[in-house]
C-alpha cells in the first residue's frame, strides 16, 4: 500500500463531516504552533554550542520540513488527496533521479555543514590558542570557502553526469578574457596571499606606504584598510602594499624620536647637553630607559648650536609619540630656564659702508633757481661792458 492508498484509507474511516474536517483542521494548525515555538526555543542551547547560522539554518529547515507536513495533512482531511497524486505522477521522476535529487541535497548540506565546521576551527585558533592573526582568519576563510565549494561543485557534475572537461574548455577562454579585464583585482588577491604568509604587519600595527601613514585596521584578501591621524579611512590594494615601501613603526615595539633644538655660541655645549639629558630622563614612563635618552652635536646655525634630542618611546603609538615629545620639550624649555640656558632666535648683523667714491651728478641737466630755470655749466658774463 502506497502512501496515496493509506490517505484514502484516512479518509473513508474519518473526516465525513464538516464539523470533523474543521476540528481536524484545527487541530493540525495548533500542532504547527506548538511546532514552531518548540522548533524556536531549542534555538537558544544550540546557538551556545553550535554557531547562529548553521542552528538559523537547522531552524528553518525543521520548520519547511513540518509545514510540508501540515499541508499533506490538510489534503487528507479535506479530501483533495487526488490532486496531490495528479501533480506527483505528472512530474514523472523516476527512482534514479530522485536518487540524484537526494544525493546533491545532501553534497549540498555537506558543505555547508563542512564550510562551518573548518571555520568554526579557524575561529577557535584565532581566539583560543592566539595560533594565527585575524588577517590570516579573514584569508583562510575565503580559502576553505573557495576549495570545499570547488570539490562539492565536482562532485555535482558527476553526480549528474556532465564532463568537466568540456565546461573547463569554455571555462578557460572565458577565464583568459576576464583575468585580462580583471588583472588588478587578480593581481590585489595574489598579493593579499603574499601578505598572508609574509606577515609584514597585523592589524592594529602602525605603518606608512605609498604615502599613507596610519593603523591598521582591516586586511581582506583584496584590500588593506588604515585609518590616518587625519581620521580617514584609506583602502589601499594589496598589491600596492607589496610593491611600494612599507615601513612599520610598531614591530620593534619602540620607536626613537628626534626633536632639534638650538643653543647660543656663547652657551656651554656639555652643561647644554647634561640638562637636555637629564630633563628627558626624568620625563615619564613612556620614554624607554635602554636605549637611554641622549642629546647629541647636530650642526652650526645661522644663529647658534643645533642640538639633537634622541629618545625611544615603548610601544609606541601616534598618541604616545606626540605626547612624549611635547611633554620633553616642556621639560627641556623649563629646565634650560632654570639654568639660564638661552635659545636664541634668529639674528642679523648689519655693519654700514663708510662713504666714497665720486660725483656723479649731472651737470647737463637743468636748475631750478628764484629767477627761473637755467641750464647747468653755462656761464653769465657781467663785466659790464657790451659784448
Do not use: C
Amino acid at each position: 500500500m502506497n502512501v496515496f492508498e493509506y490517505a484514502k484509507e484516512l479518509q473513508r474511516a474519518y473526516f465525513h463531516t464538516l464539523g470533523e474536517q474543521l476540528l481536524g483542521t484545527v487541530v493540525l494548525f495548533g500542532l504547527l504552533a506548538v511546532a514552531g515555538e518548540a522548533i524556536r526555543r531549542a534555538g537558544r542551547p544550540l546557538k551556545r554550542r553550535y554557531s547562529s547560522r548553521l542552528t538559523e539554518a537547522t531552524q528553518a529547515g525543521a520548520v519547511a520540513l513540518l509545514t510540508v507536513g501540515v499541508v499533506l495533512a490538510l489534503a487528507v482531511v479535506w479530501h483533495v488527496t487526488g490532486f496531490v497524486e495528479y501533480l506527483v505522477k505528472s512530474a514523472s521522476v523516476t527512482r534514479f533521479e530522485a536518487a540524484r535529487v537526494l544525493i546533491t541535497i545532501a553534497v549540498l548540506v555537506i558543505a555547508y555543514l563542512l564550510i562551518r565546521l573548518i571555520n568554526r576551527s579557524i575561529d577557535r585558533l584565532s581566539e583560543e590558542y592566539d595560533a594565527i592573526t585575524d588577517h590570516q582568519s579573514e584569508v583562510a576563510y575565503h580559502v576553505a570557502d573557495v576549495g570545499v565549494s570547488v570539490f562539492a561543485f565536482m562532485g555535482l557534475l558527476v553526480i549528474w553526469g556532465i564532463d568537466p572537461g568540456q565546461l573547463f574548455v569554455g571555462a578557460g577562454v572565458l577565464g583568459a578574457v576576464l583575468g585580462y579585464a580583471a588583472r588588478d583585482t587578480l593581481g590585489a588577491i595574489t598579493a593579499g596571499f603574499v601578505l598572508l604568509f609574509s606577515r609584514p604587519f597585523r592589524v592594529g600595527d602602525w605603518i606608512e606606504v605609498d604615502g599613507h601613514e596610519g593603523v591598521v585596521r582591516d586586511v581582506t584578501i583584496v584590500n588593506t584598510k588604515i585609518r590616518t591621524f587625519d581620521d580617514e579611512h584609506v583602502l589601499i590594494p594589496n598589491n600596492e602594499v607589496t610593491s611600494n615601501p612599507l615601513i612599520n613603526r610598531s614591530e620593534n615595539d619602540r620607536y626613537r624620536v628626534d626633536i632639534e633644538m638650538s643653543v647660543d655660541y656663547d652657551t656651554d655645549l656639555d652643561r647644554a647637553m647634561a640638562v637636555a639629558t637629564e630633563s628627558m630622563e626624568d620625563h615619564d614612563d613612556r620614554i624607554r630607559e635602554v636605549p637611554s635618552p641622549r642629546t647629541v652635536l647636530k650642526r652650526f646655525a645661522d644663529s647658534g648650536i643645533v642640538l639633537e634630542l634622541r629618545f625611544w618611546v615603548d610601544k609606541p603609538s601616534a598618541r604616545r609619540v606626540w605626547a612624549s615629545k611635547t611633554g620633553v620639550i616642556q621639560s627641556v624649555k623649563t629646565a634650560f630656564d632654570r639654568e639660564g640656558i638661552t635659545i636664541p632666535f634668529p639674528q642679523r648683523t648689519l655693519n654700514a659702508r663708510a662713504e666714497s667714491g665720486f660725483d656723479v651728478t649731472d651737470r647737463g641737466a637743468p636748475e631750478r633757481t628764484d629767477s627761473g630755470t637755467r641750464a647747468r655749466g653755462s656761464t653769465t658774463a657781467t663785466d659790464g661792458g657790451e659784448n
